[in-house]
């Protein structure tokens, strides 16, 4: 299978789909007509007088510096060159890979001015898999992400370093080993490559897959929870929440409801049962959750967009001749939509962290054992799971303040605002990671709680899922070394096996 991307219109099923897998990716054939005529104007501008940035001139502060048309070979391999000042851990690969489909998908709007062989040879390094070693700091989000772009840019001209087959090595073996050359930059070429988003949007952009499937996890949890502490569905009637309209609000409720029908817990307390209410943390999980979901739906909108933008700087409208500049290459957007992302996945884990901390006090769950041991006291159950939940829930809020509120002017004042998009994306992975141990600890509480109100049995859905969790959690008796049952449980968040074994999702 191969990925064939058209600029302008791919979707994010499609770019999750070439995150999580190896499959080669290509522009579509009606691309190519558009990047020819885009480097024909750039090549003329190169020969001409007038002034073009990045063509026949200087970057930045240094725009005011003109160079002669036997120089600009020479300019853009020096710009890559002197970029690449990242510095950090390398980028996760499989990152590497959605980066760079995300700057061929740009390229191939047909307003970047590089030539088709530069398309060619991103194509050929994700087919023969050649990634870039891309340190993951130093970029500011304006103007673009220009070291961590610098540094892929790097291996197309033979420098730089990359994981061919795995290993690392030189940038110029590992296109070698693969049967590539490498290019030799023309006018505009090395500036088209290293601004650009693609850095910032490809971190939020994985963030965000992983906070879509912990969300929707979120539900099942939250319902597996509200069994187990003999919670009420009286929340969850749609009517309710019709009245608000929020539709994540809706939609939380609807699966909830869904996934509890027919639970033989809950119609054994339908009457008599002297609580009136239950805590917000089951009570409002709709409301906190489904608000959550929308917000990372507008991301998700945002991210899209930009992921088939065009980002960088001078752009060519080929309609006109014109070579314009501007500074689309400003991650704004990209900021907010991790700044959102953030605020969702904090939120997801602090309202489920409550629950846990209900199913564990004996005061709060209804009749549950002390920690949700059988023998409490000679056991300590998973007293000190909670507390893990409490830590992670803690550092989250910590990692979900703003980062787009800040800002710092670079490069001689020339670049005096810029978005932080790239480590404001980039935190997101912690928190997207911290999120899913959270919820798996709440599956095995849930699952728990479940099982000490037998006879009793939960729903159909939440039986799979309890089910589920058992096939690499057992069911705590003594105590024993857990570790490895939280990561057991946190794989099912992030796999998405849980939501697939209970049936009913929300759409994110």
């Not at 980002?311 to 409208?317: H, R, S």
Request: glycine share 8%; net charge negative.
């Amino acid at each position: 299978m191969t990925h064939a991307l058209t600029p302008g219109t791919t979707t994010l099923d499609t770019l999750e789909a070439i995150w999580r897998g190896t499959e080669p990716v290509t522009l579509e054939p009606s691309a190519h007509a558009g990047i020819d005529a885009s480097a024909a104007i750039v090549a003329e501008a190169a020969q001409g007088d007038v002034p073009v940035y990045g063509v026949n001139t200087g970057f930045g502060k240094l725009a005011l510096v003109r160079i002669a048309p036997e120089d600009t070979e020479t300019l853009q391999r020096n710009l890559i060159l002197s970029h690449c000042c990242g510095v950090g851990d390398p980028l996760e690969p499989a990152t590497v890979r959605l980066m760079l489909a995300l700057k061929l998908l740009s390229l191939g709007r047909g307003a970047s001015g590089v030539r088709w062989d530069i398309c060619a040879l991103i194509e050929a390094m994700l087919a023969d898999d050649v990634l870039p070693v891309i340190p993951v700091q130093g970029s500011v989000g304006a103007s673009g992400d220009l070291a961590p772009l610098a540094h892929m840019a790097a291996v197309m001209i033979g420098e730089g370093a990359a994981l061919h087959g795995g290993q690392r090595m030189t940038g110029a073996e590992a296109l070698t080993r693969a049967g590539l050359r490498p290019v030799v930059l023309g006018p505009k070429e090395g500036l088209a490559l290293i601004n650009g988003t693609q850095f910032s949007t490809a971190c939020a952009l994985t963030a965000l897959f992983d906070a879509r499937r912990a969300a929707r996890a979120a539900v099942v949890t939250a319902a597996m929870s509200t069994d187990a502490i003999m919670g009420s569905t009286a929340p969850l009637h749609p009517a309710m929440h019709s009245l608000r309209g929020h539709r994540g609000q809706i939609d939380v409720a609807a699966a909830m409801a869904g996934l509890l029908e027919g639970s033989q817990i809950r119609e054994s307390h339908r009457e008599g049962d002297p609580r009136v209410q239950d805590p917000y943390c089951i009570r409002c999980q709709p409301q906190v959750t489904g608000a959550a979901i929308d917000l990372l739906r507008e991301a998700g909108r945002t991210l899209e967009v930009e992921a088939n933008a065009v980002t960088d700087n001078p752009l060519v409208i080929t309609e006109t001749g014109e070579i314009l500049s501007g500074g689309n290459f400003h991650a704004e957007p990209v900021a907010f939509a991790a700044d959102q992302i953030a605020l969702a996945v904090s939120e997801i884990g602090a309202i489920a962290q409550r629950r846990v901390a209900l199913m564990v006090d004996p005061t709060l769950s209804h009749d549950l054992p002390p920690f949700l041991t059988p023998e409490p006291g000679l056991n300590s159950g998973l007293m000190i799971a909670e507390v893990t939940t409490a830590a992670l829930m803690s550092e989250n809020k910590h990692l979900a303040n703003p980062c787009s509120t800040d800002s710092t002017p670079t490069s001689a004042n020339q670049e005096d605002h810029v978005s932080m998009a790239a480590h404001g994306a980039r935190r997101l992975g912690r928190m997207t990671a911290n999120l899913s141990v959270i919820l798996g600890i709440e599956a095995i509480c849930a699952a728990q709680g479940i099982e000490e109100r037998a006879p009793l049995v939960t729903s159909a859905p939440l039986q799979a899922a309890l089910a589920h969790v058992r096939g690499v959690v057992p069911r705590l008796v003594q105590d024993r070394y857990l570790a490895p049952d939280l990561d057991a449980a946190a794989e099912c968040i992030t796999s998405g096996s849980l939501v697939h074994a209970a049936g009913v999702e929300v759409s994110v």
